[in-house]
């Protein structure tokens, strides 16, 4: 088994962008600041991957710091970054994890996309991201995060196998959810069709109850939070898929 987010990583930007708008989902953020009469600047990316967010923003003119674990995601990030010598000066990248990173200064906006607030399985490593996330947001800043719900993970993921490709891999997503933990755990199959050998990557999500997330928030000092079925500006639903978290310091 292999460390979720390394072998992949050499993939991930072909699969993902064939799953995922993008460009949406950062538009959607930005008419989040946009709907609180914010203007950030300097932008935190939390798990921030292979930069795919951050370098949208970095294009629409804002300053990024982009703090991951994965050694091999931020090697994609860096290489991309080198093709945009004009957007060099503008991002920082950070190796580290999102419970325990440090910044010399602090930042108007922090964002984490595509559920990666979900692979913190314990409330404890929760309240570690969101206390540094609130250290180095400055006064008024906003901090907005994308999960998967506790109704998808169990009913839509549940037990289930889903055969996902693209046009170098062929991958099968096998899932299981344990109802006691409210955790999923995915065994990540992938067959490169380059000959590289078969690998497989575990990766883990857990659901939390909307209620518990607003206290850890509240806990660390955050005041106004708000939840919003994702992509919309309508109240996030028991049964909502995926919900976006915005707190403000």
């Known amino acids: 088994m292999e460390r979720c987010f390394s072998k992949f ?21 930005i008419s989040i600041w946009n709907f609180f009469n914010l203007k950030p600047k300097v932008v935190l990316d939390l798990a921030c991957g292979t930069g795919i967010p951050s ?3 970095l294009k629409k003119g804002y300053q990024i710091i982009g703090v991951d674990k994965s050694k091999e995601m931020l090697e994609v990030f860096k290489r991309k970054i080198e093709s945009y010598p004009d957007l060099k000066n503008k991002v920082i990248i950070i190796e580290s994890d999102i419970t325990n990173f440090n910044l010399d ?21 929760l309240e570690k991201c969101f206390s540094l996330v609130y250290k180095f947001l400055k006064e008024k800043g906003i901090f907005s995060f994308d999960m998967n719900t506790i109704f998808v993970l169990e009913n839509f993921w549940a037990n289930n196998k889903f055969v996902r490709e693209s046009k170098n891999i062929k991958t099968i997503w096998e899932n299981q959810f344990d109802k006691k933990l409210k955790i999923s755990t995915l065994y990540l199959k992938c067959y490169p069709k380059n000959k590289q050998e078969f690998f497989t990557e575990i990766h883990q999500e857990r659901g939390y109850e909307y209620k518990t997330i607003i206290k850890i928030l509240k806990k660390v000092g955050f005041k106004k939070i708000k939840i919003f079925q994702h992509l919309t500006f309508l109240p996030a639903k028991k049964d909502s ?5 915005v707190a403000l310091k």
């Not at 050499?10 to 538009?27: A, I, P, R, S, T």
């Not at 964002?111 to 692979?119: E, Q, R």
């Open 9 to 29: 990583a050499q993939f991930y930007d072909e699969f993902m962008l064939k799953l995922v708008d993008y460009k949406n989902w950062v538009g959607y953020v």
């Open 55 to 57: 370098i949208i923003l």
């Open 105 to 125: 200064t602090q930042v108007d906006a922090c964002v984490s996309f595509y559920d990666s607030i979900n692979y913190l399985l314990k409330e404890e490593d």
């Open 241 to 245: 898929l995926r919900v976006m978290f």
